[in-house]
């Protein structure tokens, strides 16, 4: 089908049943027995981005199926209720962000009332047992365990492997891990944090166990900053009397 003469011939040529797209750059009217994919039209309506402000009626006559509901609505609808959901996303993205951010000081606030109370420990026997008290209190844990060896390697073999091979704390509700059975009562989520005297590559010198009665409050997909830091901070109070 030809394009139509006369005044306005673009937006008549646009306008035809038969529609047009580009071919080498150069746009040709389509005849009924040309095949056109979706990328073609596309790409027709990139290149031609002043399309629907010539030919708004045609804007108008679009139909899509409602996303929820099925019943038919216009493409300017259609746009309207994509745009909504992608604010809705938008919105709940950001709530997700304040969320953590308050979750995160006040995990900030109890790490540092952990650190006032472990800095006034006293060097002895039984700070192993000090630390896992003031855990315990300051993070409303369930129960923890922490085993401090030191340079002496425990007898326990399966033990020592699973830390050996552990590079950061493992957290869940279900872990296969030999030091949960460390704990004096099964814990709902447990966190297992590998305890060091310097650096991550030494071998490790003893381990802190958290458990909770809650599954969400250890979870695998969490972050484990703030548990490498007691880590880190727990190994270095434990270290300055096996020197």
Same mark, same amino acid.
């Given at each position: 089908?030809?394009?139509?003469?006369?005044?306005?011939?673009?937006?008549?040529?646009?306008?035809?049943?038969?529609?047009?797209?580009?071919?080498?750059?150069?746009?040709?009217?389509?005849?009924?027995?040309?095949?056109?994919?979706?990328?073609?039209?596309?790409?027709?309506?990139?290149?031609?981005?002043?399309?629907?402000?010539?030919?708004?009626?045609?804007?108008?006559?679009?139909?899509?199926?409602?996303?929820?509901?099925?019943?038919?609505?216009?493409?300017?609808?259609?746009?309207?209720?994509?745009?909504?959901?992608?604010?809705?996303?938008?919105?709940?993205?950001?709530?997700?962000?304040?969320?953590?951010?308050?979750?995160? &000081? $006040?995990?900030?606030?109890?790490?540092?009332?952990?650190?006032?109370?472990?800095? /006034? +420990?006293? =060097? !002895?026997? @039984?700070?192993?047992?000090?630390?896992?008290?003031?855990?315990?209190?300051?993070?409303?844990?369930? &129960? $923890?365990?922490?085993?401090?060896?030191?340079?002496?390697?425990?007898?326990?073999? /399966? +033990?020592? =492997? !699973?830390? @050996?091979?552990?590079?950061?704390?493992?957290?869940?509700?279900?872990?296969?891990?030999?030091?949960?059975?460390?704990?004096?009562?099964?814990?709902?989520?447990?966190?297992?944090?590998?305890?060091?005297?310097?650096?991550?590559?030494?071998?490790?010198?003893?381990?802190?166990?958290?458990?909770?009665?809650?599954?969400?409050?250890?979870?695998?997909?969490?972050?484990?900053?703030?548990?490498?830091?007691?880590?880190?901070?727990?190994?270095?109070?434990?270290?300055?009397?096996?020197?």
């Amino acid at each position: 089908m030809q394009a139509a003469r006369g005044h306005n011939t673009d937006r008549h040529a646009y306008a035809s049943p038969t529609f047009i797209a580009p071919l080498s750059h150069h746009i040709i009217a389509m005849t009924d027995a040309t095949t056109h994919t979706p990328e073609d039209i596309a790409l027709f309506l990139r290149q031609h981005p002043d399309f629907f402000i010539q030919n708004a009626d045609i804007f108008a006559e679009f139909k899509l199926p409602h996303p929820h509901s099925g019943k038919a609505i216009s493409l300017g609808e259609r746009q309207i209720l994509t745009l909504r959901e992608r604010l809705k996303q938008t919105e709940n993205t950001l709530a997700g962000l304040i969320h953590n951010a308050k979750s995160n &000081d $006040a995990i900030s606030l109890r790490l540092y009332q952990w650190v006032e109370h472990l800095v /006034a +420990l006293p =060097d !002895s026997d @039984t700070l192993a047992d000090a630390i896992r008290a003031t855990l315990i209190e300051d993070f409303g844990l369930q &129960d $923890a365990t922490v085993r401090w060896w030191g340079a002496t390697p425990p007898e326990d073999a /399966a +033990l020592l =492997d !699973s830390l @050996t091979n552990q590079a950061a704390p493992a957290v869940g509700s279900s872990l296969d891990h030999p030091a949960v059975a460390l704990l004096a009562q099964p814990p709902a989520s447990v966190a297992i944090i590998v305890l060091r005297h310097d650096v991550i590559g030494d071998q490790p010198a003893g381990v802190l166990v958290l458990g909770a009665d809650s599954a969400d409050r250890f979870t695998p997909d969490m972050g484990t900053h703030f548990l490498a830091t007691i880590g880190a901070l727990a190994s270095a109070t434990l270290g300055r009397t096996a020197a």
